[in-house]
């Protein structure tokens, strides 16, 4: 009869023994999660920093192509500055503008064409004045500033005179 509980008390320290097994697992499996939450943690956190310098360096270093460019436009203005007379002064200008008007054309710029007549269109112009006038009201009849799209967008309405 001595045998029963003794061999309960031998289970008894099995289970125990089984279950301290489990814990410990458990604490192990735990440790690993912890520890690999930890690191894509600190990674995501690394990745957001770096994510973070790269925008910083696209704002920054972003419109250098445009600057390179610009360049030749701004050599241009030195060059007839030092050869400056009437007609070459004036051939100097033009070409500077033609070669400033390529690159923005290039880079997406696009004039918006302003004809007198047409409807004023919030979208497009601004309205600077108004002024009587025997043609529809609403219509355009001159345009005061050119205004401008870039990519489609405007950036810059065209300023215009409308008859009230």
Same mark, same amino acid.
């Given at each position: 009869m001595d045998d029963p509980p003794n061999n309960n008390n031998e289970d008894n320290v099995n289970e125990l023994t089984e279950l301290r097994q489990k814990l410990e697992m458990c604490e192990k499996e735990k440790e690993e999660y912890l520890s690999g939450w930890r690191?894509?943690?600190?990674?995501?956190?690394?990745?957001?920093?770096?994510?973070?310098?790269?925008?910083?360096?696209?704002?920054?270093?972003?419109?250098?192509? =445009? =600057?390179?460019?610009?360049?030749?436009?701004l050599e241009s203005f030195d060059l007839a500055l030092q050869n400056f007379n009437e007609k070459e002064a004036q051939n100097g200008i033009t070409r500077m503008k033609d070669q400033l008007s390529e690159i923005l054309r290039r880079r997406g710029l696009q004039k918006i064409e302003v004809k007198a007549g047409?409807?004023?269109?919030?979208?497009?112009?601004?309205?600077?004045?108004?002024?009587?006038?025997?043609?529809?009201?609403?219509?355009?009849?001159?345009?005061?500033?050119?205004?401008?799209?870039?990519?489609?967008?405007?950036?810059?309405?065209?300023?215009?005179?409308?008859?009230?």
């Open positions: 690191r894509s943690r600190a990674d995501y956190a690394n990745y957001k920093n770096e994510e973070i310098k790269r925008l910083e360096d696209v704002v920054k270093y972003g419109n250098a192509d =445009i =600057i390179k460019e610009l360049i030749a436009v047409e409807l004023f269109d919030p979208a497009y112009h601004e309205v600077v004045t108004q002024e009587e006038s025997e043609r529809p009201p609403d219509s355009i009849l001159e345009e005061l500033s050119a205004g401008y799209t870039l990519h489609g967008k405007v950036i810059k309405p065209s300023k215009v005179k409308v008859v009230k």
